[in-house]
């Protein structure tokens, strides 16, 4: 069984682990979240990135604008691969390519990402850190729900994690999701169910454990959140990482 990540370094390399997995077993679209605050996403990318090898000459990463693809590009230096904005020229996709990164996609872009992943076909399309998904821009109603019955609900989660007050959210594929508790010490696994638990069941799950259930759900405020004293673990090791990461 995987365990839950020690650091953000950990997590990116079961990221990775869990990437491959899913797409050796002939999934087309996944995608990589790390619900943390304050990731920058162009180093965790470039930590990723390796995991794709194979497709490198005929790779596309995808940035949500120009200036981040630009900015991508100075660091970087020269790479195998191809580094664009969504919806740059010259980024449309080739009969050539093979696989497509997009680097933290919004909902701003998702339009432009379902018509590209239209024309990707059968080839493999990997979202790391999205945020495709904002109901103060897809809305509620009749649209957002088509929107996530036509394009959202097709992407699979191969790897997700989000440290919440005395508990951690996972999922590292092909393994189940999975509800941590933080102990004194660590984290112990409380629960496991084949779909991602949120909201009610989430907190049903919690208050089994004696987490109180306004501290459970994912409404949390973050004031809320950052005042609880156990917190600090998890979330300490991963910005320590991620400190430097961008230094």
Same mark, same amino acid.
């Given at each position: 069984m995987v365990q839950l990540p020690k650091d953000l370094d950990e997590a990116v390399a079961q990221a990775r682990q869990a990437t491959h997995a899913a797409l050796e077993e002939g999934l087309r679209r996944v995608q990589v979240e790390l619900v943390i605050p304050e990731l920058k996403a162009q180093p965790i990318a470039e930590?990723?990135?390796?995991?794709?090898e194979p497709y490198y000459e005929h790779l596309k990463v995808y940035f949500p604008d120009a200036g981040a693809a630009a900015l991508a590009r100075r660091d970087w230096g020269e790479t195998p691969f191809v580094v664009r904005a969504i919806g740059e020229t010259k980024g449309k996709i080739q009969p050539e390519d093979r696989a497509f990164l997009f680097v933290e996609p919004s909902s701003v872009e998702v339009n432009d990402v379902e018509k590209m992943c239209l024309e990707a076909g059968d080839r493999p399309v990997i979202f790391? =850190?999205?945020?495709l998904e904002n109901i103060a821009t897809i809305g509620i109603?009749?649209?957002?729900r088509e929107l996530r019955e036509r394009f959202l609900n097709t992407i699979e989660s191969c790897y997700y994690i989000r440290p919440g007050q005395g508990y951690a959210l996972f999922r590292c594929y092909p393994g189940p999701w999975q509800v941590w508790l933080e102990t004194e010490e660590d984290y112990e696994l409380l629960a496991e169910s084949p779909q991602k638990p949120v909201g009610d069941e989430l907190d049903r799950i919690l208050e089994r454990a004696g987490t109180p259930e306004n501290e459970g759900s994912e409404g949390t405020p973050p004031s809320s959140r950052a005042a609880a004293p156990k917190q600090a673990g998890l979330m300490t090791n991963f910005k320590r =990482?991620?400190?430097a990461l961008t230094q």
């Open positions: 930590q990723f990135i390796p995991s794709l790391l =850190l999205p945020r109603g009749m649209a957002g =990482l991620w400190k």
